[in-house]
């Protein structure tokens, strides 16, 4: 296609084309830091073409094609470029990827030891980790958690953080550079949009899997509660979380069952984010 870039994020490379320059515009400036992949050979390709005759121009409107496509998609607005490269990223790892269990998951590290997140759209798993990377924790990845089928460590997959309506202003209040933000991509399906580029830390150390040993659960909207989760809920929940599950087989099955077994879980409300992360030092500081 005419404007093109590669990227790698964590173990995945990407060659991305568009149709318009302004996405790869963007995606450039905010994956500046980010390494180019070895040999510029991609594991996967995103396009964004135009949804029809004449779109390009005229009321441009954006398909996201690529390896890995759904074919009944709606298209998006140009001006909503970078969101859908973005979600043509997530589409390959969740179609696509075989090297690791995948669960739709956040995750951050510290000292070698790593929290996993996950739970339904508006649950505040990627604004918990995006904050908790702020707070001395490394941020690991907001959109997919991609655990090792042969050793159960988790491997970072830092792409940028997709901060959603009220998430947004918290972020801005936690980060100082306002460079690190995406521009503002409003009345998206999911509501106003921001991106944030994860903390330099964090990219230079997308290589480096750790020992994942605490699994929550969190629930934002709610007073403040915790419980534990039994190994055959956490089982089933993360069953329903994992894009690549079924593809992998038994592995799949040894991978999530030995990760269930040894890796504690609870489910936690939480009312605010302030809440949530005085929760989640209390449960680490409790870890053996």
């Given at each position: 296609?005419k404007?093109?870039?590669?990227?790698?994020?964590?173990?995945?490379?990407?060659?991305i084309?568009?149709?318009?320059?302004?996405?790869?515009?963007?995606?450039?400036?905010?994956?500046?830091?980010?390494?180019?992949?070895?040999?510029?050979?991609?594991?996967?390709?995103?396009?964004?073409?135009?949804?029809?005759v004449?779109?390009r121009?005229?009321?441009?409107?954006?398909?996201?094609?690529?390896?890995?496509?759904?074919?009944?998609?709606?298209?998006?607005?140009?001006?909503?470029?970078?969101?859908?490269?973005?979600?043509?990223?997530?589409?390959?790892?969740?179609?696509?990827w075989r090297?690791?269990?995948l669960?739709?998951?956040?995750?951050?590290?510290k000292?070698?030891?790593?929290l996993?997140?996950?739970?339904?759209?508006?649950?505040g798993?990627?604004?918990l980790?995006?904050?908790?990377?702020?707070?001395?924790?490394?941020?690991?990845?907001?959109?997919?958690?991609?655990?090792?089928?042969?050793?159960?460590m988790?491997?970072?997959f830092p792409?940028?953080?997709?901060?959603?309506?009220?998430?947004?202003?918290?972020?801005?209040?936690?980060?100082?550079?306002?460079?690190?933000?995406?521009?503002?991509m409003?009345?998206?399906?999911?509501g106003?949009?921001?991106?944030?580029?994860?903390?330099?830390?964090?990219?230079?150390?997308?290589?480096?899997?750790?020992?994942?040993v605490?699994?929550?659960?969190?629930?934002?909207?709610?007073?403040l509660?915790?419980?534990?989760?039994g190994?055959?809920?956490?089982?089933m929940?993360?069953?329903?979380?994992?894009?690549?599950?079924v593809?992998?087989?038994?592995?799949?099955?040894?991978?999530?069952?030995?990760f269930?077994?040894?890796?504690?879980?609870?489910?936690?409300?939480?009312e605010?984010?302030?809440?949530?992360?005085?929760?989640?030092?209390a449960?680490?500081e409790?870890?053996?």
């Amino acid at each position: 296609m005419k404007y093109q870039c590669m990227l790698r994020i964590g173990p995945a490379a990407f060659r991305i084309g568009s149709a318009w320059a302004e996405p790869i515009e963007a995606l450039r400036r905010l994956y500046a830091l980010y390494p180019q992949p070895q040999d510029a050979i991609a594991d996967y390709t995103v396009r964004l073409e135009p949804a029809g005759v004449g779109r390009r121009c005229w009321r441009p409107s954006v398909r996201i094609a690529g390896d890995h496509m759904l074919p009944d998609a709606a298209p998006m607005a140009l001006r909503h470029g970078l969101l859908a490269v973005e979600m043509g990223m997530n589409l390959q790892m969740a179609l696509g990827w075989r090297r690791h269990l995948l669960i739709h998951a956040s995750s951050v590290e510290k000292n070698g030891r790593a929290l996993v997140m996950t739970g339904e759209s508006g649950s505040g798993k990627s604004t918990l980790a995006a904050m908790l990377g702020e707070r001395g924790w490394r941020f690991m990845g907001d959109e997919f958690a991609l655990i090792d089928c042969a050793t159960g460590m988790v491997h970072p997959f830092p792409r940028l953080v997709s901060l959603k309506n009220r998430a947004i202003e918290a972020m801005r209040d936690e980060v100082a550079n306002a460079d690190r933000f995406g521009p503002l991509m409003e009345a998206t399906p999911k509501g106003d949009i921001v991106h944030l580029v994860p903390p330099e830390s964090a990219i230079a150390r997308m290589v480096e899997p750790a020992k994942p040993v605490m699994l929550l659960f969190p629930r934002y909207g709610f007073p403040l509660d915790q419980r534990p989760v039994g190994q055959g809920e956490a089982f089933m929940r993360l069953t329903q979380a994992s894009t690549n599950y079924v593809a992998l087989g038994e592995q799949g099955f040894q991978a999530l069952h030995r990760f269930v077994s040894g890796v504690p879980a609870l489910a936690v409300d939480y009312e605010d984010g302030e809440q949530a992360i005085s929760a989640i030092d209390a449960l680490w500081e409790a870890l053996p």
